[in-house]
């Protein structure tokens, strides 16, 4: 009997909890509203959530854009909005975020919003940064099979000399190794590098452009910068499998309380979704299993400054959702995640401003916080489209949200 008592007072006393984190959660709802009012009351409520104080900066001098731009003749103002909160449990990124983004989509700022609230209800999203590599694939050019196998042996012994030269070009880039591939008469020299903190676009570009004049000036073999191997802005199957920029995986667990009140779903619901999605995927051809990745990745890339090009290459990865006994795990894996948070737009004095926000303008490994942050605000929009198709609301959420 004494075992009972401590065993329902326990429970008791678990629910009461639960509701409390309820209460104080629904304290950390974003406020609504369409009207100019509205918009005041929002950056208000999040000074006072945040303490961070949004600024209406001005735009950069035409002087200051130099490396961004050419032909500049003015500003194109994108919508703005927060979405959040988001808990998060990562190697970089830890706490409570609110995200910025940029869209043009009605539905997509409530939606991740909703996605990150149930998650947050749900204890939060476990994210880890993975591994930081960005490679140039430039491919040199022979005449016979003999010449081509006797250049990688060279190249694998004269490592260290080639590495010297490529980073001579750059204070924060390291080549982490060389990776060769014989193909016909043909040698593609994939030239890995870690970033720092830049997406290193220009960075491995530079680096591969002086190793390989080096390498032409001692073998006397012709090369062409980049082979297409590497697969700078486009989809592929190379870099779903080695990634390309940062590399993260998320995961949290919705329980069936959450999955019930926020999202409108029960388990049931999703597997009968779950198990047509990967067959039709495959069938249509798409890279990855999963629901719309790009969208959070435009969306967050436009207000922090990201290259929006590296979507192409960056929106491939794979969603899974998994039943258990108190829930639903779902989990994302993002192979490949060209951001950074130095050089390129993050110059732009409103993206320096949201990357403030995020705690990711400074710091050894703030690019690093960033993709993983980018890495959760995905999984919570895959979270929120799943519950709206499974539950069959998706059509009418845009009829409420995606029309005026």
């Known amino acids: 009997m004494r075992s009972f008592f401590i065993l329902y007072f326990g429970f008791k006393s678990s629910i009461f909890n639960a509701m409390a984190k309820l209460k104080n959660n629904n304290r950390s709802k974003i406020p609504g509203g369409?009207?100019?009012?509205?918009?005041?009351?929002?950056?208000?409520?999040?000074?006072?959530?945040?303490?961070?104080?949004?600024?209406?900066?001005?735009?950069?001098?035409?002087e200051e854009l130099k490396g961004i731009i050419e032909n500049h003749i003015g500003y194109m103002k994108i919508p703005m909005a927060i979405t959040g909160p988001l808990q998060l449990d990562g190697h970089y990124a830890k706490g409570e975020f609110f995200v910025p983004i940029c869209t043009l989509e009605g539905t997509l700022a409530i939606s991740m919003t909703r996605g990150m609230y149930a998650?947050?209800?749900?204890?939060?999203?476990?994210?880890?940064?993975v591994k930081q590599e960005l490679s140039r694939a430039p491919v040199f050019i022979f005449d016979n099979l003999d010449d081509s196998i006797e250049f990688m042996s060279w190249v694998d012994e004269h490592y260290d000399d080639i590495k010297k030269v490529a980073e001579s070009t750059t204070q924060y880039g390291k080549l982490l190794r060389i990776d060769q591939y014989p193909v016909q008469n043909y040698v593609i020299l994939d030239m890995v590098l870690n970033t720092g903190n830049a997406a290193g676009q220009n960075m491995v570009t530079l680096a591969a452009k002086v190793?390989?004049?080096?390498?032409k000036e001692q073998t006397g073999h012709e090369f062409i910068l980049e082979s297409g191997f590497n697969s700078d802005k486009k989809a592929s199957a190379r870099n779903m499998i080695m990634g390309r920029g940062h590399t993260v995986l998320a995961e949290t667990t919705l329980t069936h309380s959450v999955m019930k009140r926020i999202l409108g779903i029960y388990p049931k619901d999703v597997e009968k979704f779950q198990q047509?999605?990967?067959?039709?995927?495959?069938?249509?051809?798409?890279?990855?299993?999963?629901?719309?990745?790009a969208n959070a990745l435009t969306a967050i890339y436009l207000a922090t400054g990201q290259d929006t090009a590296?979507?192409?290459e960056n929106s491939i990865g794979h969603f899974q959702t998994e039943p258990v006994d108190h829930g639903m795990k779902c989990r994302l894996t993002?192979?490949?995640?060209?951001?950074g948070t130095v050089g390129?737009?993050?110059?732009?004095?409103?993206?320096?401003?949201n990357l403030e926000l995020l705690g990711c303008q400074n710091g050894e490994y703030s690019s690093r916080k960033l993709a993983e942050i980018i890495g959760a605000s995905a999984l919570a929009l895959e979270i929120s489209l799943m519950s709206a198709i499974a539950s069959d609301t998706f059509a009418m959420a845009h009829i409420k949200y995606g029309r005026r």
């Open 34 to 62: 369409y009207h100019s009012d509205d918009t005041g009351k929002r950056i208000t409520w999040l000074e006072n959530k945040t303490g961070f104080n949004y600024k209406d900066l001005p735009v950069n001098k035409s």
């Open 211 to 215: 190793a390989c004049d080096y390498i």
């Open 310 to 312: 590296c979507v192409a």
């Open 344 to 353: 390129g737009g993050t110059r732009l004095l409103p993206q320096q401003q």
């Open 276 to 293: 047509l999605g990967p067959t039709i995927t495959a069938m249509a051809g798409t890279s990855g299993c999963h629901l719309h990745i």
């Open 119 to 129: 998650s947050s209800l749900s204890g939060g999203i476990r994210v880890r940064h």
């Open 334 to 339: 993002l192979p490949s995640l060209t951001v």
